[in-house]
């Protein structure tokens, strides 16, 4: 069993920066990819961002590249995703979720956070 709790969420204006963490419990964090998805409001939940066991490999959505970048740290079993240039259109509920690969598909992924909320105001 894998539990994770996202935090970092809040209210920023256009332009802004916010750093969302994802801290796992149990042993298994380092030999699990991590990814983050988001929801807004009338929409699917939408791939984001996820990151493989080693760190080395990464992937992100379009519309967020060289925006935000995602991180982990396996010694202090957490993941992060730093993000910059925010627009309102990131406006969402940000789920950090474990998986035991590397995955665009929410449906690879087993486990999931509460999320927690992005409002970025224009």
């Known amino acids: 069993q894998v539990q994770l709790a996202e935090s970092g969420g809040g209210l920023v204006q256009a332009g802004g920066s916010l750093r969302l963490s994802c801290a796992a419990s149990?042993?298994?964090?380092?030999?699990?990819?991590m990814g983050w998805f988001r929801q807004a409001p009338g929409k699917d939940r939408e791939f984001v961002a996820a990151?493989?066991?080693?760190?080395?490999?990464?992937l992100y959505t379009d519309s967020v590249k060289g925006r935000f970048t995602i991180s982990r740290d396996n010694a202090k079993n957490t993941v992060y995703l730093q993000m910059n240039s925010l627009k309102p259109e990131d406006t969402a509920v940000y789920y950090c979720a474990s998986s035991l690969g590397l995955t665009r598909l929410p449906t690879g992924y087993p486990y999931w956070g509460q999320g927690t909320q992005v409002t970025v105001s224009s």
């Open positions: 990151i493989s066991v080693s760190g080395y490999s990464t």
């Open positions: 149990g042993r298994t964090f380092s030999s699990r990819a």
